[in-house]
């Protein structure tokens, strides 16, 4: 049984809730590290960036799978 399109963008919906909590609390512990020692600004920064590109990565496969499927 095949699914329609419209329920692959809603599935696809419900799956982005993941990455957008993800990269916000990557952010968050982000933002707090900064404020606890804010010499370590540097070196903070370029793991947030990091985490938010592999976090972000998950919800561009899934919109690529959701028009794929």
């Known amino acids: 049984m095949a699914i329609d399109g419209s329920a692959?963008?809603?599935g696809y919906g419900l799956a982005?809730?993941?990455?957008?909590?993800g990269i916000g609390?990557?952010?968050a512990a982000y933002i707090s590290g900064v404020a606890r020692q804010p010499?370590?600004?540097s070196r903070l920064q370029s793991i947030a960036i990091l985490g938010f590109a592999l976090a972000e990565a998950l919800a561009i496969i899934g919109i690529a799978l959701a028009f794929v499927l």
């Open 8 to 10: 692959n963008m809603i």
């Open 16 to 21: 982005a809730i993941g990455p957008g909590v």
């Open 25 to 27: 609390l990557i952010f």
């Open 39 to 41: 010499e370590a600004q």
